[in-house]
């Protein structure tokens, strides 16, 4: 069976405390932790102390962190932005080595206008590669998720075998994949299989004005049950986490109704796929 996560982003208004007692009483085996320069839930900045205080107390109540969500970006024209956001990973790394999570979120960002995309993925494997060689060495992994300019299958395999490395993967974000729309779920899946960290899950439509509503899993326009088959005929079983975007988005339901149903929606689809 798969382990299932959620990311903090869903519950912007819980303390950490909150987080670690709630969330294994809703059937979750592990957390996505928010690490951002605003401090919620964690800073960059945080001391090595503090990193392993906070690793405890979720060691403590049996939900391990699953990966730090870091926000570093690294498809820039600029030297200064690219050593900004190395300096900003390494944080992140010694952040996860202390807290022994075996991922760590990051972005590449979006392509700046007029560079052509080969010469973008030739910036992000060069800034990446020396990051993901001192992640392998510190046990844990970078995990590139498909976001932004990002989501094609194509371009993510040629950035995966020019970094081709253990400290290296994508972290597979499928609702942001399918509506980007670029290609058939399959394709995307596909090119990165081999490379996957963990999935991301989220689900929502487009109206008729082509404004886009998250919804809970399974009642949007996700193909959710076929792509938990595939997943389970490829023997995945590493994290599939709940991205609830509670803290962009409002008007979304409150994590204490929404965090029970992913867990149950997941397993009841996990068990008939």
Same mark, same amino acid.
């Given at each position: 069976?798969?382990?299932? %996560?959620?990311?903090?982003?869903?519950?912007?208004?819980? *303390?950490?405390?909150?987080?670690?007692?709630?969330?294994? *009483?809703?059937?979750?085996?592990?957390?996505?932790?928010?690490?951002?320069?605003?401090?919620?839930?964690? !800073?960059?900045?945080? !001391?090595?102390?503090?990193?392993?205080?906070?690793?405890?107390?979720?060691?403590?109540?049996?939900?391990?962190?699953? !990966?730090?969500?870091?926000?570093?970006?690294?498809?820039?024209?600029?030297?200064?932005?690219?050593?900004?956001?190395?300096?900003?990973?390494?944080?992140?790394?010694?952040?996860?080595?202390?807290?022994?999570?075996?991922?760590?979120?990051?972005f590449a960002g979006r392509i700046p206008q007029g560079l052509e995309r080969s010469r973008a993925v030739d910036i992000v494997v060069n800034a990446i590669l020396p990051l993901a060689v001192e992640a392998a060495g510190a046990g844990t992994k970078i995990g590139?998720?498909?976001?932004?300019?990002?989501? %094609?299958?194509?371009?993510?395999?040629?950035?995966?075998?020019?970094?081709?490395s253990p400290g290296f993967g994508v972290v597979y974000d499928a609702f942001n994949a399918f509506v980007a729309g670029i290609e058939p779920w399959q394709h995307t899946y596909e090119c990165i299989q081999p490379h996957l960290a963990y999935c991301q899950l989220?689900?929502?439509?487009?109206?008729?004005?082509?404004?886009?509503?998250?919804?809970?899993?399974?009642?949007?326009?996700?193909?959710?049950?076929?792509?938990? *088959?595939?997943?389970?005929?490829?023997?995945? *079983?590493?994290?599939? !986490?709940?991205?609830?975007?509670?803290?962009?988005?409002?008007?979304?339901?409150?994590?204490?109704?929404?965090?029970?149903?992913?867990?149950?929606?997941?397993?009841?689809?996990?068990?008939?796929?």
């Amino acid at each position: 069976m798969v382990k299932l %996560s959620f990311t903090t982003l869903g519950c912007p208004g819980w *303390s950490l405390e909150k987080i670690a007692e709630v969330g294994k *009483s809703l059937g979750y085996d592990g957390v996505e932790l928010r690490t951002h320069p605003d401090g919620n839930h964690l !800073s960059p900045e945080a !001391s090595a102390k503090e990193a392993r205080e906070v690793a405890a107390l979720f060691r403590d109540h049996a939900l391990p962190i699953a !990966s730090v969500m870091g926000y570093t970006t690294f498809a820039h024209t600029e030297r200064k932005d690219i050593e900004d956001n190395q300096r900003h990973m390494r944080q992140l790394i010694g952040l996860a080595a202390e807290m022994h999570a075996p991922f760590i979120r990051t972005f590449a960002g979006r392509i700046p206008q007029g560079l052509e995309r080969s010469r973008a993925v030739d910036i992000v494997v060069n800034a990446i590669l020396p990051l993901a060689v001192e992640a392998a060495g510190a046990g844990t992994k970078i995990g590139l998720e498909t976001h932004d300019d990002w989501c %094609s299958g194509a371009l993510l395999k040629q950035v995966c075998e020019g970094v081709n490395s253990p400290g290296f993967g994508v972290v597979y974000d499928a609702f942001n994949a399918f509506v980007a729309g670029i290609e058939p779920w399959q394709h995307t899946y596909e090119c990165i299989q081999p490379h996957l960290a963990y999935c991301q899950l989220k689900d929502g439509y487009r109206d008729l004005e082509g404004k886009l509503h998250y919804v809970y899993l399974g009642a949007g326009e996700l193909p959710t049950a076929d792509i938990l *088959s595939r997943l389970k005929q490829d023997h995945f *079983s590493g994290y599939l !986490s709940f991205e609830w975007e509670k803290k962009w988005h409002a008007e979304l339901a409150e994590p204490e109704q929404a965090f029970p149903h992913f867990p149950f929606k997941v397993r009841q689809l996990w068990g008939t796929a």
